[in-house]
């Protein structure tokens, strides 16, 4: 057991240092605490130690207790899971197509990331954000992604508009609901929704970015919202959550299996989300499990029921990722073969700065590389996270476990345990040829104008709020606008019967078919 303690030590060793930020560690094994232990520094500037007492943000591990305050509601009878939400909403939502409350919970509504839209109305991650931000940002939404229960796509929105249900049917907002109803009844005695960004919480942690060499920066949260994120809790009192989905004592034991059921979406395939969680095999062992990520916090927790393994960790940095910190644990407690990274591909060439473009398994994104002083770096929101060489022609990114090679295409990276991702490096499209781009495009989702203009000959995009902004050209008529936010946007420009563009579809990862019609 010594050793098993050891090893897991190992893992967060970037946490145990006396003047760093660090987090909490929570493993729980047949029903017994094997491992238990904290880490750093809650507040830096005051050297505050983390203890069991630190409550940390843990983002969107939040929803399970979004969709468990739902259905209490449901196992009252006052919630039906198949009614469609515009019978609890009917101010709020103008969707042409019905979306059930059960298409919230599993993630598969085709409502549109409010993130994505905020950002797309205007709204920078660094304003102060407001409930009232939230939903007027949804009320005017009159389309979705795709079909309800047609795929699965994770999406905030659904759980913002689950605790407004919550709110109107019970009387209660989530804060009040979700701790008379589920944390003070399970004995959860550190845990609580924030209600408000500004308000003083005694023993709550602070967040700080890393740049990747161990120098830290405060990373504030700018908002308390409720539904999809914003629960302030401790490691231990998430593993007391994971039991009650064990041996549930405050809703039926039906409704813990409603949580967990795996939805079949219309085309006959199972879905990977359900009720707040995510279930899957890690090494052929099932799991249920959830991460968080706001500002720097991370959170994450897992459970393995068949092997009665349960893992919580909370952090206020994201120097070691805590998804695969737990999958360490895991591999660890289970005599399971550790991940490897991916072999180097062959045919490598030296760096090249730029923007490089991909597309994954929740759609398009883009990573920025940069020269820093001597060396190479990922641009990230805050600062940039260095390039080490690994000897081997590839280059880790800062503390991560992700290398980066860079060959003729563009570059590929690789995590452990999974292969390795081509992107494709742009650059700024030409206006020569692409004059009838040019033009005013407003969106009545977003009730806000894109104009695409030519300069120095190249063609660029400009927003109200974050300025101008260059179209990288993909291919054909499918380009990257770098808006100036902290979001690439995909712009698939539509044509009509002539062959004249008529608009352009703008998307993000998890706001899809946003068609902005020129004017």
């Not at 979306?99 to 409010?114: A, H, K």
């Not at 398994?361 to 080490?388: F, H, Y």
């Not at 800062?398 to 992107?423: C, H, Q, R, S």
Request: with cysteine; aromatic share 10%.
């Amino acid at each position: 057991m010594m050793e098993l303690k050891k090893q897991i030590d190992q893992i967060f060793y970037r946490w145990d240092h006396a003047d760093t930020p660090g987090g909490q560690v929570a493993v729980r094994h047949h029903g017994k605490l094997i491992y238990s232990r904290c880490f750093g520094l809650s507040n830096i500037e005051h050297r505050i130690p983390v203890t069991e007492d630190t409550c940390f943000h843990v983002a969107s591990v939040s929803k399970q207790v979004t969709v468990l305050s739902m259905l209490l509601l449901v196992e009252e009878g006052k919630v039906s899971l198949d009614e469609d939400i515009r019978t609890y909403l009917p101010d709020l939502v103008s969707f042409k197509e019905p979306v059930t409350v059960r298409n919230l919970m599993n993630n598969n509504s085709g409502i549109r990331d409010q993130w994505g839209l905020l950002e797309m109305r205007g709204i920078r991650y660094t304003d102060t954000i407001s409930m009232t931000d939230l939903l007027e940002t949804l009320r005017p939404q009159k389309h979705l992604n795709f079909a309800p229960g047609s795929r699965y796509l994770y999406s905030n929105s659904n759980f913002t508009l689950i605790a407004e249900i919550v709110r109107r049917i019970s009387g209660q907002d989530l804060p009040e609901f979700a701790k008379e109803r589920i944390f003070e009844p399970l004995g959860m005695k550190h845990t609580f929704i924030r209600r408000g960004v500004w308000d003083t919480v005694p023993g709550i942690s602070s967040s700080y970015s890393d740049n990747g060499f161990g120098t830290f920066e405060l990373s504030p949260l700018n908002f308390a919202l409720w539904g999809a994120t914003s629960m302030n809790t401790t490691a231990w009192d998430l593993l007391t959550l994971l039991e009650h989905y064990h041996n549930p004592t405050i809703c039926t034991r039906a409704t813990v299996e409603e949580m967990k059921k795996a939805p079949i979406l219309s085309d006959g395939s199972v879905s990977p989300y359900a009720g707040g969680l995510f279930a899957g095999e890690h090494k052929g062992h099932a799991y249920i499990e959830h991460s968080g990520a706001d500002a720097a916090f991370r959170a994450q927790v897992f459970s393995f029921e068949q092997d009665e393994l349960d893992i919580a960790i909370v952090t206020n940095t994201a120097n070691t990722p805590a998804g695969i910190a737990a999958r360490k644990i895991a591999d660890l407690v289970l005599g399971l073969p550790r991940d490897e990274l991916p072999q180097p591909p062959a045919n490598l060439t030296e760096p090249v700065a730029g923007r490089y473009f991909f597309t994954g398994a929740e759609g398009e994104g883009t990573m920025e590389i940069v020269q820093d002083g001597d060396g190479w770096a990922v641009k990230r929101r805050r600062g940039s996270v260095p390039l080490i060489a690994d000897g081997q022609g590839g280059y880790q990114i800062g503390y991560l476990d992700e290398k980066v090679y860079f060959d003729a295409n563009g570059l590929l990276t690789g995590i452990p345990g999974k292969p390795l991702t081509p992107m494709q490096r742009l650059e700024q499209a030409s206006a020569q040829g692409r004059e009838e781009l040019l033009g005013e495009y407003y969106s009545d989702d977003l009730e806000t104008v894109t104009r695409i203009y030519e300069q120095d000959g190249l063609l660029w995009g400009w927003h109200f709020r974050f300025g101008a902004g260059p179209l990288m050209a993909v291919e054909g008529d499918h380009y990257v606008y770098m808006q100036g936010g902290d979001t690439d946007l995909n712009l698939h420009f539509l044509r009509g019967e002539q062959g004249e563009p008529t608009g352009f579809s703008m998307e993000c990862s998890r706001c899809l078919n946003m068609v902005c019609t020129k004017q």
